[in-house]
């Protein structure tokens, strides 16, 4: 069992808020959110709808700004980067995974997995060789070469997990990743995050809403009106 | 052409070809003042300018499709030089060059060579051809601009209806870590990939297709047939005007696109 110090803590945030401006309303979706996760956890973030915990995913993975706190990635308080640095960061540390496969139909299945990598700046050979490698752990190497439409939708999400891992990521972000899935599917997805999380150490966070989910993860955050609740694990 | 009789041939001497327009009866413009129809055989008299009458055999009556040139007659060299009694000289000298526009400046370095005789730049005495020139270059000018205006602008609206369709997938992206500036180039580059096949498909079509059936189909201007002509300057010019206008017609819808944030992107309306 690890340790809470400080270096097994990859995310950290304190009194993390987030307020929505709509027309002359102000809507709190996170309201003093200090919470922990450990390097190599399997944590979800749970919660009925509107309880804004697909808000926090998107504080921790920096494709929003809160409204006060802090946040520590990997021991870097992140508010402070300019929009490109987080960009990088986003690319460099983070992988993502959407409940819409989110893949390019013109690409092939590895064209779609390198894709991040490219951006990186890493050789066609290189992009190729990881490619495979991070298809091979979603078990995908033979449709390496099929497009999105020739794939079924838990093969899309799997390649977009791919994806999402081939930078070696230091978090694996999931938002409602197995929503759009039949449920023989979307068990495939949860043991193949479980199977990456185990084998690999990946850390991985995820938004579901998903009851039974809870039994397969390492930590479970449960969100109510914007406020943590409740921790299991 | 000629549309009745012969040319003359280098030692004819008393035989003359002349225009349609002079003679008349060949359905010209200038029929009220032509000689009312005459045919080859007919004797007519020719007064020079040196005071010098003769009566000519009409050899042949010839049709050039250009009515200042259906004005004139021709007689042979040697018979020129008699009436006029003088050899192997020209009393006018009309300059022509490679490069258009440029007659204008050879004139007066005849005139410091010592050449004192009627020097004219060439579209003097075709004036009308001069004019009919402009006319076609302002049209060429105006279609080649709306041209352009209607090629960027579609390729504006065909990658602005793009980056709509795929504002998701461009906010998921942009949150995957691909960086604003690909997301743009990539659509400049559908832009200018576009443009150049356009410019492309329109080389063939005009090389290919259009000119060579214009040279054998011409088009009849009571001036005289009318071809398409491609000047490769030209042609260059234009291709990298569309090519930077599909440039910026890609560059300007996605650069906005991605100015939006990544969850209005990814979850807006």
Redesign the interface.
């Known amino acids: 069992m690890m340790g809470r110090d400080a270096q097994d803590t990859i995310i950290a945030t304190r009194n993390l808020s987030r307020t929505y401006t709509i027309g002359k309303v102000q809507v709190q979706a996170l309201k003093n959110v200090t919470l922990d996760i450990r390097r190599g956890e399997f944590a979800a973030i749970m919660g009925k709808s509107g309880s804004g915990k697909s808000t926090l995913l998107?504080q921790l993975?920096l494709?929003?700004t809160p409204t006060e706190g802090e946040i520590m990635i990997d021991g870097i308080e992140i508010s402070g980067l300019s929009e490109?640095a987080r960009?990088?960061?986003?690319?460099?540390k983070?992988?993502?995974v959407?409940q819409?496969y989110?893949i390019?139909p013109e690409l092939t299945a590895l064209e779609n997995v390198y894709?991040?990598a490219m951006?990186l700046g890493l050789s066609q050979g290189e992009c190729t060789r990881n490619g495979m490698d991070a298809l091979e752990k979603v078990g995908l190497t033979e449709r390496a070469d099929h497009r999105p439409r020739e794939m079924s939708g838990g093969e899309q999400q799997r390649v977009a997990i791919a994806?999402?891992l081939i930078?070696k990521p230091k978090i694996l972000f999931a938002d409602e990743p197995t929503a759009n899935l039949d449920s023989a599917s979307s068990k495939q997805i949860l043991e193949l995050f479980r199977g990456l999380n185990r084998d690999l150490g990946q850390t991985i966070l995820m938004v579901t809403h998903e009851l039974e989910d809870a039994d397969i993860v390492d930590q479970v955050i449960w969100l109510a009106d914007g406020e943590v609740v409740g921790r299991e694990g | 052409m000629m549309i009745e009789g012969e040319y003359l041939s280098k030692y004819d001497r008393r035989e003359i070809i002349i225009g349609k327009e002079i003679a008349g009866g060949h359905g010209g413009s200038l029929e009220h003042t032509s000689l009312g129809g005459i045919v080859v055989g007919d004797t007519v008299e020719v007064a020079f300018t040196n005071g010098v009458r003769r009566e000519y055999r009409v050899k042949g009556i010839f049709d050039t499709n250009f009515i200042q040139s259906n004005q004139l007659a021709y007689v042979t060299e040697k018979e020129l030089e008699s009436v006029l009694g003088i050899h192997d000289m020209a009393s006018q000298i009309l300059v022509k060059t490679d490069t258009k526009g440029e007659e204008d400046r050879f004139p007066n370095q005849f005139v410091e060579l010592g050449v004192h005789e009627d020097i004219k730049p060439w579209p003097v005495y075709a004036g009308i051809v001069a004019t009919l020139t402009q006319s076609f270059d302002a049209l060429n000018a105006l279609t080649g601009a709306i041209g352009f205006f209607v090629a960027g602008v579609t390729i504006f609206i065909v990658i602005y209806v793009s980056t709509v369709s795929k504002r998701r997938q461009m906010g998921i992206l942009r949150a995957i870590g691909i960086k604003e500036s690909i997301i743009v180039r990539s659509y400049i580059f559908q832009a200018v990939f576009y443009a150049v096949c356009g410019c492309i498909a329109g080389l063939v079509i005009m090389f290919a297709i259009l000119v060579p059936y214009f040279i054998k189909h011409p088009m009849v201007f009571p001036m005289g047939n009318v071809t398409l002509l491609i000047e490769q300057k030209a042609a260059i010019t234009r291709s990298a005007g569309l090519i930077i206008s599909a440039a910026i017609a890609g560059f300007l819808p996605s650069w906005r696109a991605v100015r939006e944030t990544i969850l209005d992107a990814i979850w807006g309306d």
């Open positions: 998107h993975g494709l929003d490109a960009t990088r960061f986003r690319l460099e983070f992988g993502y959407f819409e989110a390019l894709l991040p951006a994806r999402a930078n």
